[in-house]
């Protein structure tokens, strides 16, 4: 497709070539219609690729986003999708010193041995007791709540009903989760490693009366109906590549290098202004719909902007010679680094890190996750890295929002490296630094991004991986039928943004197609 060549009409284009905007279009061209997408990159995918960003380093890396949880079934048997996940055989290993010697708590490996970690750390089941009968509700709520996001929206009554359980209802919707957190469990680490799937790319506290952390962890543990996160084989963009072959199959035509300038809105159609290396152009189409952000779908449309959005996080990604030793005598690196490894969560720890960077401060103590992505699956390594023994790391820092970087983002990123990486090295035997690869040209094969990094390099809004706070499940007023709905009646929203939307789900591109089909 070129520019210039005068304006030419869809069914519907898809502004945005992410995962949202592929799913959207191949259910769109399934069902018979004409379908343009248009990026402004020169790939699709958006957050959710797979790269090589060590020069002359044959490891393909989730570079952005990196796990799969909120990806329905449904979406990759509709779309006769290629694509695969497996699952992690360990939950996580959080590290920690207690009476004067390292240990942590391992979870995973089967009913017994985590028993016996929780022991281990806690000095009896009482933890334990308590964990699994915190998650044993929460898969109840997963199993009612998950088959609702593909559906349209329930109301808030109707959620509630559905859950049926006014004590997880309560624990989940109502209170900060701070409150449950507290009076469910004792010990201090068990209560930071039960937080965090509340504070995953969100700045909040426990009790922040907002509910902001209570909302990330309700999507952080339905995922596919049990909240199980799972690695995409091939890396996640095995995954995009996917949904581009599935669109492209069923006729979609996926124009790379097209940025959206400019959206016109009329009572039957409206029409997409683009701009290419080579000239403008535009589209006419019956439906638009939009995978960016609000801020996008604003300055796309000429709406007023809407409250500004604010990431909080440093996503470090690593290649290693080989995974470090740990000071705990009881833990096996392969196991430890399998799942998510905790690394300053205990509850306290997550409540000082908050405190300093709401203050303006960058947490003396830095919390972060990380997990080893070629541990599960090592086919995103070439064969001699494979062979040699070579592993990835991906590090998830929180609490870091994107206004600690407005004096200097590339000076205060290198600080907040250095001193995220000293609080994992004060559980290692060795530094990490040792077992660092180098790439072609001798560097180490680290790379950080901050939320200012990834405004810049994806237009995140603030560097939010979700475009804004997260949503409740259920219709807030002027949310319309599916969540996806605008004030224009030809566009709809069907990036992560939309109600029911942030992580890689394809669940807003999914909603999006359902809503136009409907009204044909």
Same mark, same amino acid.
């Given at each position: $497709?070129?520019?210039?060549?005068?304006?030419?009409?869809?069914?519907?284009?898809?502004?945005?070539?992410?995962?949202?905007?592929?799913?959207?279009?191949?259910?769109?061209?399934?069902?018979?219609?004409?379908?343009? %997408?248009?990026?402004?990159?020169?790939?699709?995918?958006?957050?959710?690729?797979?790269?090589?960003?060590?020069?002359?380093?044959?490891?393909?890396?989730?570079?952005?986003?990196?796990?799969?949880?909120?990806?329905?079934?449904?979406?990759?048997?509709? /779309?006769?999708?290629?694509?695969?996940?497996?699952?992690?055989?360990?939950?996580?290993?959080?590290?920690?010193?207690?009476?004067?010697?390292?240990?942590?708590?391992?979870?995973?490996?089967?009913?017994?041995?985590?028993?016996?970690?929780?022991?281990?750390?806690?000095?009896?089941?009482?933890?334990?007791?308590?964990?699994?009968?915190?998650?044993?509700?929460?898969?109840?709520?997963?199993?009612?709540?998950?088959?609702?996001?593909?559906?349209?929206?329930?109301?808030?009554?109707?959620?509630?009903?559905?859950?049926?359980?006014?004590?997880?209802?309560?624990?989940?919707?109502?209170?900060?989760?701070? %409150?449950?957190?507290?009076?469910?469990?004792?010990?201090?680490?068990?209560?930071?490693?039960?937080?965090?799937?509340?504070?995953?790319?969100?700045?909040?506290?426990?009790?922040?009366?907002?509910?902001?952390?209570?909302?990330?962890?309700?999507?952080?543990?339905?995922?596919?109906?049990?909240?199980?996160?799972?690695?995409?084989?091939?890396?996640?963009?095995? /995954?995009?590549?996917?949904?581009?072959?599935?669109?492209?199959?069923?006729?979609?035509?996926?124009?790379?290098?097209?940025?959206?300038?400019?959206?016109?809105?009329?009572?039957?159609?409206?029409?997409?202004?683009?701009?290419?290396?080579?000239?403008?152009?535009?589209?006419?189409?019956?439906?638009?719909?939009?995978?960016?952000?609000?801020?996008?779908?604003?300055?796309?449309?000429?709406?007023?902007?809407?409250?500004?959005?604010?990431?909080?996080?440093?996503?470090?990604?690593?290649?290693?010679?080989?995974?470090?030793?740990?000071?705990?005598?009881?833990?096996?690196?392969?196991?430890?680094?399998?799942?998510?490894?905790?690394?300053?969560?205990?509850?306290?720890?997550?409540?000082?890190?908050?405190?300093?960077?709401?203050?303006?401060?960058?947490?003396?103590?830095?919390?972060?996750?990380?997990?080893?992505?070629?541990?599960?699956?090592?086919?995103?390594?070439?064969?001699?890295?494979?062979?040699?023994?070579?592993?990835?790391?991906? /590090?998830?820092?929180?609490?870091?929002?994107?206004?600690?970087?407005?004096?200097?983002?590339?000076?205060?990123?290198?600080?907040?490296?250095?001193?995220?990486?000293?609080?994992?090295?004060?559980?290692?035997?060795?530094?990490?630094?040792?077992?660092?690869?180098?790439?072609?040209?001798?560097?180490?094969?680290?790379?950080?991004?901050?939320?200012?990094?990834?405004?810049?390099?994806?237009?995140?809004?603030?560097?939010?991986?979700?475009?804004?706070?997260?949503?409740?499940?259920?219709?807030?007023?002027?949310?319309?039928?599916?969540?996806?709905?605008?004030?224009?009646?030809?566009?709809?929203?069907?990036?992560?943004?939309?109600?029911?939307?942030?992580?890689?789900?394809?669940?807003?591109?999914?909603?999006?197609? $359902?809503?136009?089909?409907?009204?044909?």
């Amino acid at each position: $497709m070129s520019a210039n060549e005068g304006t030419r009409a869809y069914d519907a284009v898809i502004v945005g070539g992410g995962h949202n905007g592929l799913v959207a279009a191949a259910y769109l061209a399934r069902a018979g219609w004409s379908v343009l %997408v248009l990026e402004r990159l020169d790939h699709t995918g958006g957050a959710a690729v797979s790269t090589r960003p060590f020069a002359g380093v044959d490891a393909r890396l989730s570079r952005y986003s990196y796990l799969v949880s909120l990806l329905p079934r449904k979406i990759v048997r509709d /779309l006769g999708l290629d694509f695969r996940v497996r699952s992690r055989t360990i939950s996580s290993y959080t590290p920690v010193e207690r009476s004067g010697r390292p240990t942590g708590l391992l979870v995973g490996g089967g009913e017994q041995r985590t028993r016996a970690a929780f022991a281990r750390l806690t000095g009896g089941d009482r933890e334990y007791t308590a964990w699994q009968r915190f998650y044993g509700r929460t898969a109840q709520v997963a199993q009612r709540v998950f088959p609702t996001l593909t559906e349209p929206l329930p109301t808030r009554d109707e959620l509630r009903r559905r859950i049926d359980d006014e004590s997880a209802w309560r624990a989940l919707f109502e209170e900060p989760l701070g %409150v449950c957190v507290e009076e469910t469990f004792a010990d201090d680490l068990v209560r930071g490693v039960v937080l965090t799937d509340g504070l995953i790319g969100t700045f909040a506290d426990a009790h922040d009366p907002s509910l902001d952390q209570n909302r990330c962890f309700l999507y952080h543990v339905i995922g596919g109906g049990t909240g199980a996160w799972d690695v995409p084989v091939g890396g996640m963009g095995a /995954l995009t590549d996917a949904l581009a072959g599935a669109a492209r199959a069923a006729g979609a035509v996926i124009a790379t290098g097209h940025e959206a300038v400019r959206i016109d809105t009329g009572r039957d159609t409206a029409e997409v202004a683009y701009r290419t290396r080579d000239g403008e152009g535009a589209a006419a189409a019956r439906y638009v719909l939009v995978n960016a952000s609000p801020r996008e779908l604003a300055a796309l449309t000429g709406d007023p902007a809407p409250e500004p959005a604010e990431g909080a996080q440093l996503k470090v990604n690593m290649l290693l010679e080989r995974l470090p030793r740990l000071r705990d005598p009881d833990a096996d690196p392969r196991e430890a680094f399998a799942g998510t490894f905790h690394i300053a969560e205990g509850y306290r720890q997550l409540a000082t890190a908050h405190a300093q960077a709401a203050a303006g401060e960058l947490p003396t103590a830095p919390p972060s996750e990380i997990y080893c992505h070629s541990l599960t699956d090592p086919t995103i390594l070439g064969p001699e890295l494979a062979g040699r023994g070579y592993q990835t790391l991906t /590090l998830f820092g929180l609490h870091t929002p994107a206004r600690l970087f407005d004096r200097d983002n590339d000076a205060v990123r290198d600080e907040l490296l250095k001193s995220t990486l000293a609080q994992l090295d004060a559980h290692l035997a060795e530094p990490l630094a040792d077992c660092l690869a180098t790439d072609a040209d001798g560097r180490p094969c680290i790379e950080a991004k901050t939320p200012l990094d990834l405004e810049r390099d994806l237009r995140l809004p603030g560097g939010n991986i979700f475009h804004r706070a997260l949503s409740w499940p259920y219709a807030g007023p002027g949310d319309g039928r599916w969540g996806v709905e605008t004030p224009h009646e030809r566009v709809l929203l069907c990036g992560a943004g939309a109600v029911r939307g942030g992580g890689v789900s394809g669940v807003p591109g999914h909603n999006a197609a $359902m809503a136009v089909l409907e009204r044909g």
